[in-house]
């Protein structure tokens, strides 16, 4: 519990470096998963082409979001959240040190190192964002900007994810880079162990007050709750999906179609986001704070999230019209600035601080007591249908459509679960409350 009304309870911080640690393991890895399909097997990579890593991709990327819902499932049945944690965080480290193994003549070390990730994700990250929701009594004002504060840990490991992996890849070998991701996820377990006596008892507080205390305020009833969260997961699918162009169609752009000098490598780029995540999480948490009764509801600022997300498309629009459409041969054909590049990062950067973490917060406010784990993975697998969608889209379209085109697309695709948001946003806050 918190120790007083206007501050955070201590269990916050334990779970925001157990997180930072999880994320620096998984984003070292994702930033160079796609090159590492792609790189020859002279330099120790897989030599896939781009629609078959793109296939890889997109499967990974929706499997890793999807088994969170039974993550969740399993926690609220059957083991808990704690030990689910422990579980698939050996999962995770057990993922990154296969890969950490050379390539053999097959492919069946990689599979089995995709697969105990997708494992181990799928318990690790609903059962510590439900945790971070339970460190809360019931309608605390403290909990989106908690949720803030928590996020500002996922991207501080995704900050200096990319850049490890660069370093690591390109002075070394890939597998040394996997082999960082799996240091990261130990150090994660350990905080988590260790440092247990500063959130345990707030859990235990949460079962009990949920055993014998009073039934929770319902002005919708349970039918109303799975109903705005069914919009909050549309709507996530298809943010999700223009996000994870990171990992792939933004990859591939700073590769092939961004002028940078040969030390900048393409995944570099990907810490800009993560980096814009810390300083306005920060910003953001003090703003809503600050802002007492007059803060607007999670459902208002998800919908400013779109309206973010729509400029994002729009940026990268423009850079394709100005030369990007030029660059479909892997690096022939005009090159444009490494600006637009950053501008689109810092662009999503505003919507993703505005979206995610507000959208944890959401699911932790509507779900049913009992379901919480569930309804948490509930949210992840909205990531898993972006993330999947995201993949789908590059391996089919990426090589074939003008770039303009394809991320028109995905303006179009934001734009109208924008006006779907702005027409329900009134059912979602009476949810919330």
Not at 27 to 42: G, N, S
Not at 377 to 398: D, E
Request: with cysteine.
């Amino acid at each position: 519990m918190p120790k007083s009304a206007d501050s955070h309870p201590t269990g916050l911080y334990v779970l925001f470096f157990t997180e930072m640690w999880e994320r620096f393991g998984f984003y070292t890895m994702i930033a160079i998963f796609t090159l590492y399909m792609k790189a020859p097997a002279a330099e120790q990579g897989l030599g896939l082409a781009t629609a078959r890593a793109g296939s890889f991709y997109a499967i990974f990327m929706g499997l890793v979001y999807f088994t969170p819902l039974l993550g969740g499932l399993a926690a609220d049945l059957l083991i808990g959240e704690r030990w689910a944690i422990c579980i698939g965080a050996v999962s995770l480290g057990g993922g990154y040190f296969l890969l950490a193994v050379p390539p053999g003549e097959g492919m069946l070390m990689f599979y089995l190192a995709l697969g105990a990730i997708v494992i181990g994700n799928g318990l690790f990250k609903p059962n510590i964002s439900t945790m971070v929701g339970k460190l809360y009594p019931e309608q605390s004002p403290l909990r989106d900007a908690g949720f803030n504060i928590f996020y500002t840990g996922i991207n501080l490991g995704a900050v200096v994810a990319p850049l490890a992996a660069s370093f690591l890849r390109t002075r070394w070998s890939w597998q040394l880079a996997f082999a960082a991701a799996g240091v990261g996820m130990a150090l994660s377990m350990v905080v988590f162990i260790a440092f247990r006596a500063h959130y345990a008892p707030a859990l235990v507080h949460h079962k009990q007050e949920g055993a014998g205390g009073p039934a929770q305020a319902d002005s919708v009833g349970f039918g109303g709750r799975v109903a705005s969260l069914a919009i909050l997961y549309l709507v996530s699918s298809m943010f999700w999906t223009l996000f994870f162009q990171n990992g792939f169609a933004l990859t591939l752009w700073a590769k092939d179609c961004t002028a940078r000098p040969d030390w900048l490598r393409p995944e570099v780029f990907q810490a800009v986001n993560p980096t814009c995540i810390v300083l306005l999480s920060s910003a953001a948490a003090w703003v809503w704070r600050r802002l007492g009764e007059r803060d607007p509801s999670t459902p208002d600022k998800i919908l400013f999230g779109l309206f973010a997300a729509i400029a994002t498309t729009l940026v990268l629009v423009a850079a394709s019209l100005l030369g990007g459409d030029e660059c479909l041969a892997e690096g022939k054909g005009v090159l444009v600035s490494v600006g637009w590049l950053v501008a689109t990062y810092v662009m999503i950067s505003l919507a993703e601080i505005l979206v995610s973490p507000m959208g944890l917060s959401y699911c932790t406010k509507v779900a049913p007591r009992q379901l919480s784990g569930l309804v948490m993975g509930g949210w992840f697998a909205s990531l898993a249908a972006g993330g999947y969608l995201s993949g789908l889209m590059g391996s089919r379209l990426w090589d074939v459509l003008p770039h303009s085109t394809y991320f028109g697309i995905l303006a179009g695709c934001m734009l109208v679960v924008s006006v779907l948001l702005l027409t329900v946003r009134g059912i979602l806050k009476t949810a919330a409350r």
